[in-house]
């Protein structure tokens, strides 16, 4: 899960330069759901959803 923190990163900032919402789940933003909103992600699907 962690091998893929840089590239969800990237695609979030990306997505919001595009000025498009942002929706992050699965399991590694339910395990440290912080690092998703610090790049500001407008929803969170965490756990089963």
Do not use: W
């Amino acid at each position: 899960m962690i091998v893929q923190k840089s590239d969800m990163l990237h695609l979030i900032c990306e997505a919001k330069r595009r000025g498009k919402l942002v929706v992050a789940g699965g399991a590694y933003v339910t395990s440290v759901p912080n690092i998703a909103q610090s790049a500001r992600v407008d929803f969170l699907i965490l756990d089963e959803g």
